[in-house]
């Protein structure tokens, strides 16, 4: 069933390709200038400043390598990975728990990896925005599962369990190409599960040495210098602050209270069935523990990202707490029919953590798949002679004006391009998001950002000027913008940016282009690789 059910997904995602744009679309062009810039032979950290994970731009530039250099690309990779998460979450949730709740539990990840809708949107906002935000709740998940819930009796300790300690090292890896946070949060996961005893030190000594081993297989094959990517790191960290953080984290805690208790509800009836006759038993402190922890660990990650809602690590709570139900004797039932609606009931707050963002991103594929029968979006006209000739936008839709406005902008600044654009041009975008290098074909300059925001550069924290400049001959900046809050240059760099012998060759209602001087003043440092 879950072989069917993941093949008419992919195939689905396969035939519509990209979806009608309804939400943020302007986030879009992030994924796709940092895959163009993979498939042209640039590396992130050591050829441009990258402050997002990584994994997301390389699932993306495969996506290109098996098609062609497009929006759909994005969701090709997505599909790829949903595939490639299918098998260890099956082998570890069929050691774990029942056929049922795995199927379910795989279904929702594999939604969790696909859907292009931000976590917390409604349905028809579609875009491709924070998609490394889904890509690291599945792999934090998985490790979840494999830290905290211990194997069924009858697969006892043996060769499986080590290899899922290798899978948990690569698991790690992963995190950390999704964000940094879920990797640092991962961390803290397999300190927790040392502690509560979950694992053993040598079990989490052998899952160490598998992630040091996989990140450096991961950075000699992307050619990623480790002390770069620490350095964009530590830039990105610099620009965020504990205290912005704290108020998200406080109505994250009032909006999901609720689900606390109701999670620690399996653990109280888990106590009871393990106490036969009212005898005594100390209260399940571990178990209870790694609710509290995966609640906890479903805050932060709420914390320190921008989604407006969903925290699909609470759904990963519950499967444990149905599974400690599932386990426990039936010392207390009087007969099967009460053993029969415990298990119901386990069952239904399952299906509460799953249902709703369930029921959401189907909603959100029949949205996508009722515009791709109806033809019902609009593409700009500049876009229609170039690879990206799929990005598409909603024509009648709940954000119609937004969109009408991106639309306009990405013709103005194409049509900008398109009258000074040579083979010789090497263009440093510095603005939120770049869709015009893939779209005209042009080759991406050494140097720059895929994301220019106050969560990537501040006064205090960004890259030096000469590494944001890079090998660039021409730069383009946004004067404003209908579709982000764009970051001024003067006010990141202040006299050094104002010295720059910047030429300007045009200035439209939304851009600025500038020419650098022929000798170039922004070469990458030695430290970084030179320009080919």
Same mark, same amino acid.
């Given at each position: ?27 879009t062009p992030i994924l796709l200038g940092g895959a163009w810039r993979i498939v042209c032979g640039q590396a992130p950290h050591r050829d441009f400043y990258n402050w ?257 809602? !969903? $925290?699909? @690590?609470? /759904? *990963?709570? +519950?499967?444990?707490?149905? &599974?400690?139900? #599932?386990?426990?004797?039936? =010392? %207390? ?90 083979? !010789? $041009?090497? @263009?440093? /975008? *510095?603005? +939120?998001?770049?869709?015009? &290098?893939?779209? #005209?074909?042009?080759?991406? =300059? %050494? ?86």
């Open positions: 069933m879950l072989v069917v059910a993941l093949g008419a997904l992919g195939a689905l995602i396969f035939k519509v390709g990209a979806p009608a744009m309804n939400g943020c679309p302007w986030d997002h994970g990584d994994l997301p731009y390389y699932m993306t530039a495969l996506g290109i390598k098996l098609n062609r250099p497009c929006v759909s690309a994005i969701d090709y990779g997505n599909a790829l990975l949903m595939g490639a998460l299918a098998l260890p979450f099956l082998a570890v949730l069929r050691r774990r728990t029942s056929a049922l709740a795995a199927f379910l539990y795989s279904i929702f990840i594999a939604l969790l990896v696909i859907t292009p809708r931000p976590l917390g949107d409604p349905y028809d906002y579609t875009d491709h925005a924070m998609m490394y935000n889904r890509y690291g709740e599945a792999f934090i998940a998985l490790l979840g599962l494999v830290l905290f819930l211990p194997p069924r009796e009858g697969f006892g300790k043996g060769w499986a369990d080590w290899a899922e300690a290798v899978l948990a090292g690569l698991v790690v890896v992963a995190l950390l190409g999704s964000k940094l946070n879920y990797f640092v949060l991962g961390i803290l996961f397999l300190a927790v599960a040392l502690v509560l005893r979950r694992v053993g030190p040598g079990w989490a000594a052998v899952c160490v040495c598998s992630a040091a081993a996989f990140l450096g297989l991961a950075l000699a094959l992307a050619q990623i210098p480790f002390p770069a990517l620490a350095a964009d790191y530590r830039i990105m960290s610099g620009c965020h602050s504990v205290s912005n953080r704290l108020p998200r984290l406080v109505t994250g805690a009032m909006k999901s209270i609720w689900a606390l208790p109701l999670l620690l509800l399996p653990i109280w009836e888990h106590f009871l069935g393990n106490a036969p006759g009212g005898g005594h038993r100390a209260w399940p402190w571990r178990q209870a523990g790694v609710i509290v922890v995966l609640y906890g660990g479903a805050l932060l990650l709420f914390s320190s990202n921008t989604q407006m809602g !969903e $925290m699909p @690590l609470l /759904a *990963l709570a +519950a499967v444990y707490g149905v &599974e400690l139900i #599932l386990r426990q004797g039936d =010392a %207390l039932a009087e007969s099967p029919a009460f053993a029969a609606t415990r298990h119901a009931g386990a069952f239904l707050v399952l299906l509460l953590f799953l249902l709703p963002s369930m029921i959401t991103d189907l909603k959100t594929f029949r949205f996508i798949t009722d515009r791709h029968l109806k033809k019902d979006w609009d593409t700009p006209e500049a876009l229609q002679s170039t690879p990206m000739n799929d990005f598409r936008f909603v024509r009648y839709g709940t954000r119609w004006l937004e969109m009408r406005a991106y639309m306009a902008e990405l013709t103005e600044g194409i049509q900008l391009l398109r009258r000074h654009a040579s083979p !010789e $041009m090497r @263009l440093d /975008a *510095l603005m +939120a998001a770049d869709p015009f &290098e893939l779209a #005209l074909g042009m080759r991406p =300059a %050494l140097g720059g950002t895929m994301c220019l925001s106050a969560m990537s550069v501040t006064e205090r924290f960004h890259p030096t000027l000469a590494r944001m400049l890079g090998n660039a001959t021409h730069i383009l900046v946004m004067r404003h913008s209908a579709s982000a809050d764009e970051v001024p240059m003067h006010g990141i760099y202040g006299a050094e940016w104002d010295a720059l012998p910047l030429q300007l060759v045009e200035e439209t209602e939304n851009f600025a282009l500038f020419k650098l001087p022929e000798a170039g003043v922004g070469q990458l440092p030695k430290a970084n690789a030179p320009a080919r």
